[in-house]
């Protein structure tokens, strides 16, 4: 099972910006994709960004594009999550997730165990 440890998380204000990380470890061959999650209280958990474990696609939710860019570092089998100019409504606990293959190849995600992030005006 891949494990993920995500950090970064905290409080600001409107305007501010703030970087998550999320190191995978165990299995990390297997990986394919990763991403970021979010999910406000009430609601739903939301894909905000994934990006490929190579690195070349990436995708973002439309109330973060322009704003948050995802990224990996792999040697440090590490994805960030930039966030700038954060407003009141990406108050959430972020959730970095994984999809990889299992050993009988079949599709299967795995999760960190979320740090909030909260903005305040």
């Known amino acids: 099972q891949v494990q993920l440890v995500e950090s970064g998380g905290g409080l600001v204000q409107t305007g501010d910006s703030l970087r998550l990380s999320c190191a995978a470890s165990r299995r990390t061959f297997s990986i394919y994709e990763m991403g970021w999650f979010r999910q406000a209280p009430g609601k739903e958990r939301e894909s905000v960004a994934t990006i490929s474990w190579s690195g070349d696609m990436s995708d973002y939710a439309d109330s973060v594009k322009g704003r948050f860019t995802i990224s990996k570092d792999n040697a440090k089998n590490t994805v960030y999550l930039q966030m700038n100019n954060l407003k009141l409504e990406d108050t959430a606990v972020y959730y970095c997730?994984?999809?990889?293959?299992?050993?009988?190849?079949?599709?299967?995600?795995?999760w960190g165990q979320g740090t909030q992030v909260t903005v305040s005006s």
């Open positions: 997730g994984a999809r990889f293959l299992g050993s009988l190849g079949e599709d299967l995600r795995s």
